[in-house]
Nanobody, 122 residues
């Protein structure tokens, strides 16, 4: 499975961005998908996940970010609103093929995209 993330950029605090992650593979609809982020000097952290009809969010983004997917286009999205400077990070999408672990742990995921940089200025 190959993943291509896009949509990052520079935005002012309070603004919005929409990240996309296109995946290869004929069974995309069976995958759980997640978004993680890594800020400079910090560990990678969970942001959001979608699997079947369920979604999950980190407390820090709940109510501001929305994860969705278009199975016809093999793409998962992360709509980010009311962005804050602390949202600045490289954002990674990931595929969970096995569905055997918690979606909040990076170890659950089998494949990762290359990351897209989001910078929020104050």
């Amino acid at each position: 499975v190959q993943l291509q993330a896009s949509g990052g950029g520079l935005v002012q605090a309070g603004g919005s961005l929409r990240l996309s992650c296109a995946a290869s593979g004929r069974t995309f609809r069976d995958y759980g998908m997640g978004w993680f982020r890594q800020a400079p000097g910090k560990e990678r952290e969970f942001v959001a996940a979608i699997s079947g009809g369920s979604t999950a969010y980190a407390d820090s983004v709940k109510g501001r970010f929305t994860i969705s997917r278009d199975n016809a286009k093999n793409t998962v999205f992360l709509q980010m609103n009311v962005l804050k400077p602390e949202d600045t990070a490289v954002y990674y999408c990931a595929v969970d093929r096995r569905h055997v672990g918690s979606v909040v742990y990076a170890e659950t995921y089998d494949y990762w995209g290359q990351g897209t940089l989001v910078t929020v200025s104050s």
